[in-house]
């Protein structure tokens, strides 16, 4: 397994976290940190080696931190607090206008029915238990205001609560998430009623969501590990050490929380403009990188057919996806900083596709591929076979014969129904006068249906 770079050069926006992180949070910090910072690069396009020329992907990160109870998951809140800091701001301004307009409408409304026209918002971070709804909606105010989608972000400590949230109907988002992974797939929903809301959206979301290995199974259940939630997801299990304490995170010194500051200021400006409108299209060259993408990919494959492992070869293919999008966001993040070489940065962002790739695949094969191999075993069926048993009768046979014959085939059909359609179709001999009509003579050819008639076998 490929190892982690050193933490003093990862680039800001992730070394401040990587360099007070305890050791065995490295990984998984990394990841966590990855997917809230793409959502500052929502107009940040790329292309992967194996997407058809011209077809773009965002930069949209799904990652399950999955631990015991008191193993350190909330080390995610706490990174999100500061890396998240200018959306939570923002949000809450827009939330305000809403909710004044809400209460306007309840005042006004009743009165006279004439309102202001609805504010215009952007809401960017969503709670765990939103409705199928106004997730749309919040899609979907994105295109209405820029013209362009936007990457929404969700995060939650419990993943029991989406859980919970999911046996409503109106609350479950288990299969517009899997949509939201890839730019330009459309969900939507219509709806006869004026009082819902309407719309087909290009749908992105990243999330980080955290649970125990219980909850996260409840989460993934049968229908995800087979509909591929689970290839589109980052797993970090967290190592549980009987009677230790919970790993704990060094406190930023103020140089790194300024370092922060500055380093979010400017991805912020790379999501909106001074003027409040969205960044221009953001096209980040990848193309170096696809030689070592190959290269990763066709060792798996390699191994794939060592081991017929069909797990393997699923979940290899959206791990190297899922590396290749932390690898751009490293990439952007080394430009934005601007303090290494291209050849530094290429070197770096080479080794941390490599090092990610191992660990998302080993993660997923870990935790999700024996239970992938049983359910596609179960998808295959049993091959269905046509048996001939006519054939397996010998030339003369009895009534009686043929109805203990029929019995432990386990077939139904009664045996006089049998005689009559086989006599019909020319494949018994008609018994003379005088003979037993219970011993059965079979015709030296047998026929075979076609069209309605009879036709003789050659």
Same mark, same amino acid.
């Given at each position: 397994?490929?190892?982690?770079?050193?933490?003093?050069?990862?680039?800001?926006?992730?070394?401040?976290?990587?360099?007070?992180?305890?050791?065995?949070?490295?990984?998984?910090?990394?990841?966590?940190?990855? %997917?809230?910072?793409?959502?500052?690069?929502?107009?940040?396009?790329?292309?992967?080696?194996?997407?058809?020329?011209?077809?773009?992907?965002?930069?949209?990160?799904?990652?399950?931190?999955?631990?015991?109870?008191?193993?350190?998951?909330?080390?995610?809140?706490?990174? *999100?607090?500061?890396?998240?800091?200018?959306?939570?701001?923002?949000?809450?301004?827009?939330?305000?206008?809403?909710?004044?307009?809400?209460?306007?409408?309840?005042?006004?409304?009743?009165?006279?029915?004439?309102?202001?026209?609805?504010?215009? #918002?952007?809401?960017?971070?969503?709670?765990?238990?939103?409705?199928?709804?106004?997730?749309?909606?919040?899609?979907?105010?994105?295109?209405?205001?820029?013209?362009?989608?936007? #990457?929404?972000?969700?995060?939650?400590?419990?993943?029991?609560?989406?859980?919970?949230?999911?046996?409503?109907?109106?609350?479950?988002?288990?299969?517009?998430?899997?949509?939201?992974?890839?730019?330009?797939?459309?969900?939507?929903?219509?709806?006869?009623?004026?009082?819902?809301?309407?719309?087909?959206?290009?749908?992105?979301?990243?999330?980080?969501?955290?649970?125990?290995?219980?909850?996260?199974?409840?989460?993934?259940?049968?229908?995800?590990?087979?509909?591929?939630?689970?290839?589109?997801?980052?797993?970090?299990?967290?190592?549980?050490?009987?009677?230790?304490?919970?790993?704990?995170?060094?406190?930023?010194?103020?140089?790194?929380?300024? &370092?922060?500051?500055? #380093?979010?200021?400017?991805?912020?400006?790379?999501?909106?403009?001074?003027?409040? !409108?969205?960044?221009?299209?953001?096209?980040?060259?990848?193309?170096?990188?696809?030689?070592?993408?190959?290269?990763?990919?066709?060792?798996?494959?390699?191994?794939?057919?060592?081991?017929?492992? !069909?797990? *393997?070869?699923?979940?290899?293919?959206?791990?190297?996806?899922?590396?290749?999008?932390?690898?751009?966001?490293?990439?952007?993040?080394?430009?934005?900083?601007?303090?290494?070489? &291209?050849?530094?940065?290429?070197?770096?962002?080479?080794?941390?596709?490599?090092?990610?790739?191992?660990?998302?695949? $080993?993660?997923?094969?870990?935790?999700?591929?024996?239970?992938?191999? $049983?359910?596609?075993?179960?998808?295959?069926?049993?091959?269905?076979?046509?048996?001939?048993?006519?054939?397996?009768?010998?030339?003369?046979?009895?009534?009686?014969?043929?109805?203990?014959?029929?019995? $432990?085939?386990?077939?139904?059909?009664?045996?006089?129904?049998?005689?009559?359609?086989?006599?019909?179709?020319?494949?018994?001999? !008609?018994? %003379?006068?005088?003979?037993?009509?219970?011993?059965?003579?079979?015709?030296?050819?047998?026929?075979?249906?076609?069209?309605?008639?009879?036709?003789?076998?050659?």
């Amino acid at each position: 397994m490929h190892r982690l770079i050193a933490d003093k050069d990862y680039p800001s926006g992730i070394r401040e976290w990587m360099i007070t992180s305890p050791s065995d949070l490295k990984y998984p910090t990394l990841v966590v940190a990855a %997917a809230m910072l793409s959502v500052y690069l929502t107009r940040v396009r790329i292309q992967y080696v194996y997407d058809n020329q011209g077809e773009k992907s965002a930069i949209v990160l799904q990652v399950i931190v999955e631990g015991e109870q008191s193993s350190g998951k909330s080390f995610a809140r706490y990174i *999100m607090r500061t890396l998240m800091k200018p959306f939570i701001e923002r949000d809450s301004e827009m939330r305000a206008k809403e909710q004044e307009y809400a209460a306007l409408k309840r005042r006004q409304g009743k009165k006279d029915g004439k309102l202001p026209p609805e504010p215009k #918002t952007d809401i960017t971070i969503l709670p765990e238990t939103v409705s199928l709804t106004m997730f749309i909606k919040r899609c979907d105010a994105a295109v209405k205001l820029y013209g362009a989608p936007k #990457t929404l972000f969700e995060f939650a400590d419990e993943i029991s609560a989406i859980v919970h949230s999911a046996k409503r109907q109106f609350a479950d988002l288990s299969q517009v998430i899997k949509t939201a992974y890839d730019l330009g797939s459309v969900y939507g929903q219509d709806f006869m009623s004026e009082s819902s809301y309407s719309a087909m959206v290009d749908a992105l979301l990243s999330f980080v969501f955290c649970g125990t290995q219980s909850a996260v199974s409840r989460y993934m259940n049968k229908a995800s590990i087979e509909g591929g939630a689970v290839t589109r997801t980052i797993l970090c299990p967290l190592i549980s050490h009987l009677g230790d304490n919970p790993p704990q995170f060094q406190a930023l010194t103020d140089m790194q929380r300024n &370092e922060l500051e500055n #380093t979010l200021d400017k991805l912020f400006g790379l999501c909106y403009e001074e003027d409040g !409108k969205f960044h221009q299209e953001i096209e980040e060259d990848m193309s170096w990188l696809y030689k070592t993408v190959v290269k990763w990919c066709n060792d798996c494959r390699q191994q794939v057919v060592k081991t017929m492992s !069909k797990s *393997m070869d699923v979940f290899y293919k959206r791990s190297s996806v899922s590396a290749f999008r932390i690898a751009a966001l490293m990439q952007v993040l080394y430009k934005v900083e601007g303090k290494k070489s &291209e050849k530094e940065i290429r070197k770096l962002v080479r080794q941390t596709y490599l090092a990610c790739a191992d660990r998302i695949l $080993q993660n997923m094969l870990q935790r999700w591929g024996k239970a992938f191999e $049983q359910i596609s075993a179960e998808g295959e069926g049993e091959p269905y076979h046509t048996v001939d048993y006519f054939s397996e009768l010998p030339q003369e046979f009895s009534y009686q014969f043929l109805e203990e014959f029929l019995k $432990q085939k386990e077939l139904k059909t009664p045996a006089r129904n049998m005689v009559c359609n086989w006599r019909r179709w020319g494949w018994l001999e !008609k018994p %003379a006068k005088g003979e037993d009509r219970k011993v059965l003579r079979k015709t030296q050819q047998k026929g075979t249906i076609g069209d309605g008639n009879i036709k003789k076998d050659n």
